[in-house]
């Protein structure tokens, strides 16, 4: 399994946790800091809304990473050429 393949599937997972936490009906989670501060200060749809602002993000990275999708300064490293 290579390194991308495994960060690229635990950034979906990350989505996925986020989805279900911004659409459940947990209260834990809203209890982290800054999802906390959000809640105090704007409310409960405020508070879901950073939710699935991270699920999109987290989405976004995993499939950027799964599929490749690098700037063009960015060239990955060829194993074969790397000295030993």
């Known amino acids: 399994m290579t390194d991308e393949f495994f960060i690229g599937c635990l950034a979906l997972m990350v989505a996925t946790i986020?989805?279900?936490?911004?659409?459940?009906?947990?209260?834990?989670?809203?209890?982290i800091g800054s999802v906390a501060r959000v809640e105090n200060r704007f409310g409960k749809p405020a508070a879901r809304s950073v939710w699935l602002i991270v699920a999109i993000i987290a989405a976004a990275s995993g499939s950027a990473i799964l599929t490749g999708l690098r700037p063009g300064y960015a060239a990955p490293t060829n194993q074969e050429e790397m000295p030993q």
């Open 18 to 31: 986020a989805i279900a936490i911004a659409l459940g009906p947990w209260t834990r989670p809203y209890r």
